[in-house]
């Protein structure tokens, strides 16, 4: 089993819908983040979190919002979803406790299109 | 937020060829990563960079963190069709909480 969760994989929603997207992992780390991967932009930040009561805004969060229910979980909010939300979303954890890197740890992502 | 910008964009080699791609910024970054994304999966971490000039080993591939702190290279040898996929930089500024990365470059690797 992956150590880091999302749900659903692939998702096909209408223009002012609300989606959301959900993480949960294994691995025990503390801190967990959200990205975007659109094709030739790579890999944008949308929102983290370094704990359970710890919301941060990354480089994108204009049109999301978050919600760290718990260590292992967290989950990521279109209120009303629009077309160029569509993209590639992936949920990671790190552990800068236990890696010099501070390296990122990477769920299987979930696709997105908003039609 | 940092833009960091890969060339190539893309690109499509033989079997067996080298491969070289580069990372560059207008920000002094103090870590330099090299991810590699599998085609369906999310990113793997494949090497780490912490000093400038350093180079790094991981089988056959080989980084460098660029002496001025604004760009890194990675190079693999001897291409091999499980090569395929995206391969990102990221970097870390001092005192940051957080990666930026690379906008990938896609390798295509033909049999």
């Known amino acids: 089993d992956a150590d880091v969760t999302q749900t659903p994989r692939n998702r096909i929603t209408k223009t002012g819908k609300r989606i959301m997207l959900e993480c949960s992992q294994t691995k025990g780390h503390d801190r967990m983040y959200w990205y975007r991967q659109d094709p030739g932009l790579g890999l944008r930040l949308i929102y983290y979190?370094?704990?359970?009561?710890?919301?941060n805004k990354g480089e994108i969060s204009d049109g999301y919002s978050v919600s760290r229910q718990a260590q292992a979980k967290f989950s990521l909010s279109l209120e009303s979803a629009i077309p160029n939300q569509t993209a590639l979303y992936f949920c990671?954890?790190?552990?800068?406790?236990?890696?010099?890197?501070?390296?990122?740890?990477f769920g299987e992502g979930s696709r997105l299109t908003v039609l | 937020g940092q833009q960091l910008n890969q060339s190539p964009q893309s690109m499509f080699i033989q079997e067996g060829e080298d491969v070289s791609m580069n990372c560059t910024s207008s920000?002094?970054?103090?870590?330099w990563l090299w991810y590699k994304q599998d085609p369906g999966e999310g990113p793997v971490l494949l090497i780490a960079l912490y000093k400038a000039g350093e180079l790094t080993s991981n089988g056959r591939l080989t980084a460098q963190f660029g002496i001025t702190r604004k760009d890194s290279f990675l190079n693999i040898s001897a291409s091999i069709p499980s090569d395929v996929g995206i391969y990102f930089c990221a970097g870390r500024q001092t005192g940051a909480n957080n990666l930026f990365f690379g906008t990938g470059t896609r390798l295509t690797v033909i049999p």
């Open positions: 979190s370094f704990d359970v009561k710890d919301i």
């Open positions: 920000s002094i970054f103090n870590t």
């Open positions: 990671a954890t790190s552990d800068p406790g236990t890696s010099r890197t501070g390296e990122l740890f």
